[in-house]
Structures are given as C-alpha cells and as structure tokens.
C-alpha cells in the first residue's frame, strides 16, 4: 500500500507542482496580474486523479478486487497529502526565491478593480482593508504553509470522496 500511495503522490504533487509553476510564471509576468482559477482548479483535478488511480491499482493488485469505503479513502487522503505538501513546496520556493514581490501586485491589481466597480466609499475602503490585511498570511512560514496547503488539499479530499464511492467493492 505504502508504495502505492508514495508513487501516485508524488506523481500527482509533480504533476501539479510543475503546472502551478508554470501557471504562475506566467501570471507574474502579465500585464495584469491576472489568471484563471478554472484552469487552476482543473489541472488540480487532472493531477489528483492519480488517487483514483491508486485507489483502483490497490484494490485491483493488492486487495483482489475488494476495497472498503474507508481504506479507499485513507489511501486517497495519503495521496492527496503528498501532493498538496509537494504543491506547497513548489509553491513556497517559486514564491520566496523566485517573485517576492507577487503578493504586492496582486493586491494592486485587485484594488485596481474594486476601484474601477461600482462599489460605495466605504465599501471600497473596507475592501481594500481586507485585502491588505490578508498580506499577514504570507509573513510566516507557518500561516504560508497552511493558507497554501488548504487551498489544493479540499480538492484532493473531494477527489477522494468521489474515487472512494465509486471504486468499493465488497
């Protein structure tokens, strides 16, 4: 099992780790600052779907095709693990060596559009105040790293709920 979950984990944390760099790459580098949660989302859900994969491989090569819900899910919760803490790696290297200053332009770059809606004085400024406040996150390592890790590990979680219902076998 062990080996099941160490290889689809780090396939699916490459996987995702290499798409975000590049991804971010190139958002660092627009005009604008701006990317696309979609495509973001979607290459999440493309990478994590190694946990169906190793769910299925466990059941099929280890399990003699039987797995419970529940040892579907601990194997696809592990994977999910060890992408999202690969994820938060890449994502904490590419961030802290590579474009120190991403945090300052997105937040230009969203007041840029709160300034240019349709929003009241005040709204605006409690907006923009809350934006500005979330810079904190970023300052520890420790809050860095949580922030990162739970913004892909929901999407492995819901990958492994869904991989789990539909592989069990008694």
Not at 9 to 21: D, E, P, R
Not at 118 to 135: A, H, R, V, Y
Request: glycine content about 6%; overall charge neutral.
């Amino acid at each position: 099992m062990k080996q099941i979950i160490l290889k689809n984990g780090i396939i699916a944390g490459l996987a995702i780790s290499v798409f975000m760099v590049c991804s971010m790459a190139y958002v660092y580098n627009s005009e604008h600052g701006e990317g696309s949660m979609l495509i973001g989302y979607a290459s999440m859900l493309a990478a994590f779907s190694f946990i169906f994969i190793g769910i299925k491989k466990y059941r099929d090569a280890e399990s003699d095709g039987k797995i419970t819900f529940f040892t579907a899910i601990k194997i696809g919760i592990a994977i999910s693990a060890i992408a999202s803490l690969m994820y938060v790696i890449a994502w904490g290297i590419e961030y802290h060596f590579f474009m120190p200053d991403f945090l300052d332009k997105y937040i230009a770059s969203s007041i840029e559009k709160l300034q240019k809606s349709n929003l009241s004085t005040t709204e605006l400024e409690s907006k923009i105040k809350e934006i500005e406040n979330s810079k904190g996150l970023y300052d520890n390592i420790f809050s860095f790293s949580l922030v990162t890790f739970a913004e892909i590990f929901p999407v492995g979680l819901l990958v492994t709920i869904v991989s789990s219902f539909i592989l069990k076998k008694k």
